[in-house]
């Protein structure tokens, strides 16, 4: 069964009085379970609003997204913040950390949310930590740790609860080469040894490369959608993860 | 979870500061004035329980505490204990201990001039500490209250002057916190030549009495019984227990009312304070509340999180004021004590009535701002910079 399935998606927006936007126009795709795939397109062609619809974080005009073969259709604020919690896990372009959190705080945040005893999310935050090897840095706050570190914290947080799905929005987006082929490394390491699904939005070709798919939207619509065979990594940073 | 919304305080500090500064204003207030009502109904209990153990006539126009030199003769005394019920009608003299008695706290400090030989019930529900009460035939002695013994420095076998003339002081009583304490128990006879002092124009021939104490029967109600001797006897107005309660309460309820009033309005501003400052996180952490909302948080989450914020604002800020205002009561009585004042008492309701006010206040202050939070849309929130 299909991880993700969109069905005539479609979402619009009110622009004045009398105009409109369908920033999502008519999608249909099918992502299955262990995916690494990339969103492309120029700005404006609704690679955000289709993951914040996969996401559920915002409701579609019309069409219909189902995860895990459930319908999120006609669900309530309630039910898709729970969907969100149990299902999906989230890394956007500004990283999106509590300041007033440590990193270990920040990555127990979800876990917090679905209610998980203390001492077991401290034992999960360790080991999403050490998956994008920061474990060393657990007690710092983000403010103490770079651009890069950062959006691995992100990605640990993302990846704690053991989601079906992670939607990754520019998650390179703020950051240089090294850093951007680090993020990527991460997110393919953790896609090899978990299998969980990831789809990037991105607008960076190297990024697009290094996945397995990549589906290409212009006005709102599916231009194209390619198998490839990812390329390979090599960050010339010489550290290892 | 509490240390994360101190942590989140923290971030700006000179403005939670202030916040928390403002609701310590209003709780100090409170306390202070918290200290000096229970301090005034401490006074206003024991000057009930002298008042209501007998029924108090006065020339019709007077109050319960006299001191208006207003008077009756004694022959009203006699119609009186022939009104069925009255065990026994005693002619009383009151007046001021100085001419001016300037506001006083609590019970102003009284002569109280009794005719001994029909006094001795009401006396008996004095506790003399040192010494004896008066006792029928005494002449020239005075029977002190506990602080106005020490203020004008009385020992037992020594005297004291009261408007100028020299009483030997035969018994002191012990400390009631109430109005006997102030007051100093004297002969009709003594009190009546103080009167006649003081009223000069006074025709001096005919013995007078500017209250009269009524004890009643056994099993006589004294409500009714005051009823029948304000319609048997004419001239009078009749203070009966109740009445008098109620006077002596409503004297603190004015005063209560004034007291919360101010503490009242330095509250409200606090509160809209945290409102302020609440509103202004809401919209700064708005990305803040979007990612927690996106990773799962609930709005009930959401809401709980600034509600107990806020909470906690008012809590501090509780803490502290009582804190404070417990600090200078005990400063401020420290101050008085030399004078023999007690001008504030600290009970629990006075130290922990404060704290439970301000977090709840800090709680509803933060509904407002708590609901926009939870109201907030992810996806919109995530976009705001």
């Given at each position: 069964?299909?991880?993700?399935?969109?069905?005539?998606?479609?979402?619009?927006?009110?622009?004045?009085?009398?105009?409109?936007?369908?920033?999502?126009?008519?999608?249909?795709?099918?992502?299955?379970?262990?995916?690494?795939?990339?969103?492309?397109?120029?700005?404006?062609?609704?690679?955000?609003?289709?993951?914040?619809?996969?996401?559920?974080?915002?409701?579609?005009?019309?069409?219909?997204?189902?995860?895990?073969?459930?319908?999120?259709?006609?669900?309530?604020?309630?039910?898709?913040?729970?969907?969100?919690?149990?299902?999906?896990?989230?890394?956007?372009?500004?990283?999106?950390?509590?300041?007033?959190?440590?990193?270990?705080?920040?990555?127990?945040?979800?876990?917090?949310?679905?209610?998980?005893?203390?001492?077991?999310?401290?034992?999960?935050?360790?080991?999403?930590?050490?998956?994008?090897?920061?474990?060393?840095?657990?007690?710092?706050?983000?403010?103490?740790?770079?651009?890069?570190?950062?959006?691995?914290?992100?990605?640990?947080?993302?990846?704690?609860?053991?989601?079906?799905?992670?939607?990754?929005?520019?998650?390179?987006?703020?950051?240089?080469?090294?850093?951007?082929?680090?993020?990527?490394?991460?997110?393919?390491?953790?896609?090899?040894?978990?299998?969980?699904?990831?789809?990037?939005?991105?607008?960076?070709?190297?990024?697009?490369?290094?996945?397995?798919?990549?589906?290409?939207?212009?006005?709102?619509?599916?231009?194209?959608?390619?198998?490839?065979?990812?390329?390979?990594?090599?960050?010339?940073?010489?550290?290892?993860? | 979870?509490?240390?994360?919304?101190?942590?989140?305080?923290?971030?700006?500090?000179?403005?939670?500061?202030?916040?928390?500064?403002?609701?310590?204003?209003?709780?100090?207030?409170?306390?202070v004035l918290g200290g000096l009502s229970a301090r005034l109904t401490q006074q206003v209990n024991g000057a009930k329980s002298w008042?209501?153990?007998?029924?108090?006539?006065?020339?019709?126009?007077?109050?319960?505490?006299?001191?208006?030199?207003?008077?009756?003769?004694?022959?009203?005394?006699?119609?009186?204990?022939?009104?069925?019920?009255?065990?026994?009608?005693?002619?009383?003299?009151?007046?001021?201990?100085?001419?001016?008695?300037?506001?006083?706290?609590?019970?102003?400090?009284?002569?109280?001039?009794?005719?001994?030989?029909?006094?001795?019930?009401?006396?008996?529900?004095?506790?003399?500490?040192?010494?004896?009460?008066?006792?029928?035939?005494?002449?020239?002695?005075?029977?002190?209250?506990?602080?106005?013994?020490?203020?004008?420095?009385?020992?037992?076998?020594?005297?004291?002057?009261?408007?100028?003339?020299?009483?030997?002081?035969?018994?002191?009583?012990?400390?009631?916190?109430?109005a006997p304490d102030t007051f100093a128990f004297v002969a009709y006879e003594d009190a009546l030549s103080l009167f006649y002092a003081?009223?000069?124009?006074?025709?001096?021939?005919?013995?007078?009495?500017?209250?009269?104490?009524?004890?009643?029967?056994?099993?006589?109600?004294?409500?009714?019984?005051?009823?029948?001797?304000?319609?048997?006897?004419?001239?009078?107005?009749?203070?009966?227990?109740?009445?008098?309660?109620?006077?002596?309460?409503?004297?603190?309820?004015?005063?209560?009312?004034?007291?919360?009033?101010?503490?009242?309005?330095?509250?409200?501003?606090?509160?809209?304070?945290?409102?302020?400052?609440?509103?202004?996180?809401?919209?700064?952490?708005?990305?803040?509340?979007?990612?927690?909302?996106?990773?799962?948080?609930?709005?009930?989450?959401?809401?709980?999180?600034?509600?107990?914020?806020?909470?906690?604002?008012?809590?501090?800020?509780?803490?502290?004021?009582?804190?404070?205002?417990?600090?200078?009561?005990?400063?401020?009585?420290?101050?008085?004590?030399?004078?023999?004042?007690?001008?504030?008492?600290?009970?629990?309701?006075?130290?922990?009535?404060?704290?439970?006010?301000?977090?709840i206040l800090g709680t509803l202050a933060g509904i407002f701002p708590a609901l926009r939070a939870a109201r907030l849309k992810p996806?919109?929130?995530?976009?705001?910079?």
């Amino acid at each position: 069964m299909s991880n993700i399935v969109l069905k005539g998606l479609s979402k619009v927006y009110a622009e004045g009085e009398t105009e409109e936007v369908r920033a999502v126009n008519g999608i249909d795709l099918e992502i299955e379970k262990g995916e690494f795939l990339a969103i492309v397109g120029p700005s404006g062609s609704g690679k955000s609003t289709l993951l914040n619809l996969v996401g559920g974080l915002d409701v579609p005009t019309e069409g219909h997204v189902l995860i895990d073969g459930r319908d999120t259709q006609g669900l309530s604020e309630k039910e898709l913040t729970r969907i969100r919690r149990e299902k999906i896990g989230f890394v956007f372009q500004e990283f999106n950390l509590l300041p007033v959190l440590n990193a270990s705080e920040n990555v127990q945040l979800p876990l917090r949310y679905l209610k998980v005893g203390t001492r077991e999310r401290e034992r999960r935050a360790a080991e999403a930590l050490e998956l994008v090897g920061l474990s060393k840095r657990a007690r710092n706050r983000p403010s103490q740790l770079s651009g890069g570190e950062r959006q691995r914290v992100a990605i640990a947080r993302a990846l704690v609860t053991g989601p079906a799905l992670v939607l990754a929005d520019e998650p390179t987006g703020e950051l240089d080469t090294v850093n951007t082929c680090r993020i990527i490394e991460v997110m393919r390491k953790l896609n090899d040894t978990l299998n969980q699904t990831f789809a990037i939005v991105t607008h960076d070709p190297m990024v697009a490369a290094y996945t397995s798919r990549v589906i290409t939207l212009r006005d709102g619509q599916v231009e194209s959608d390619l198998a490839q065979a990812a390329a390979d990594l090599h960050c010339d940073d010489g550290e290892t993860i | 979870m509490v240390k994360v919304i101190l942590r989140n305080m923290w971030r700006r500090k000179a403005r939670t500061f202030l916040t928390v500064f403002g609701i310590v204003v209003g709780i100090f207030a409170l306390t202070v004035l918290g200290g000096l009502s229970a301090r005034l109904t401490q006074q206003v209990n024991g000057a009930k329980s002298w008042f209501t153990n007998s029924i108090s006539v006065v020339p019709s126009g007077g109050s319960l505490f006299g001191g208006e030199n207003m008077f009756f003769t004694l022959d009203k005394v006699d119609e009186i204990q022939r009104v069925p019920g009255v065990k026994e009608a005693v002619a009383g003299i009151g007046l001021f201990v100085k001419d001016s008695q300037n506001f006083s706290f609590g019970a102003p400090d009284l002569i109280v001039g009794l005719e001994t030989a029909g006094a001795q019930d009401l006396l008996k529900q004095l506790n003399v500490d040192e010494g004896r009460s008066l006792q029928s035939g005494d002449k020239g002695v005075v029977l002190l209250g506990s602080t106005l013994a020490e203020k004008l420095n009385g020992k037992v076998g020594g005297t004291v002057s009261l408007r100028g003339q020299e009483f030997e002081v035969i018994g002191i009583l012990q400390p009631t916190l109430s109005a006997p304490d102030t007051f100093a128990f004297v002969a009709y006879e003594d009190a009546l030549s103080l009167f006649y002092a003081a009223n000069p124009f006074i025709k001096q021939t005919e013995p007078i009495a500017s209250n009269v104490y009524v004890t009643w029967e056994l099993g006589t109600d004294p409500e009714a019984l005051a009823k029948d001797i304000e319609s048997q006897v004419s001239g009078v107005r009749v203070i009966s227990p109740s009445e008098a309660e109620k006077q002596i309460s409503q004297f603190s309820l004015i005063f209560n009312a004034i007291l919360f009033g101010i503490a009242f309005i330095a509250l409200i501003v606090g509160g809209l304070s945290i409102i302020n400052t609440m509103v202004m996180s809401v919209s700064e952490r708005t990305r803040e509340i979007g990612l927690k909302r996106a990773i799962g948080a609930e709005t009930n989450t959401i809401l709980g999180e600034y509600l107990l914020e806020s909470a906690m604002i008012g809590f501090l800020g509780g803490l502290i004021g009582m804190g404070l205002g417990v600090l200078a009561i005990f400063f401020l009585n420290n101050a008085t004590s030399s004078s023999n004042v007690t001008v504030f008492t600290v009970s629990l309701t006075v130290v922990i009535g404060p704290v439970i006010f301000a977090t709840i206040l800090g709680t509803l202050a933060g509904i407002f701002p708590a609901l926009r939070a939870a109201r907030l849309k992810p996806v919109e929130s995530l976009r705001e910079d």
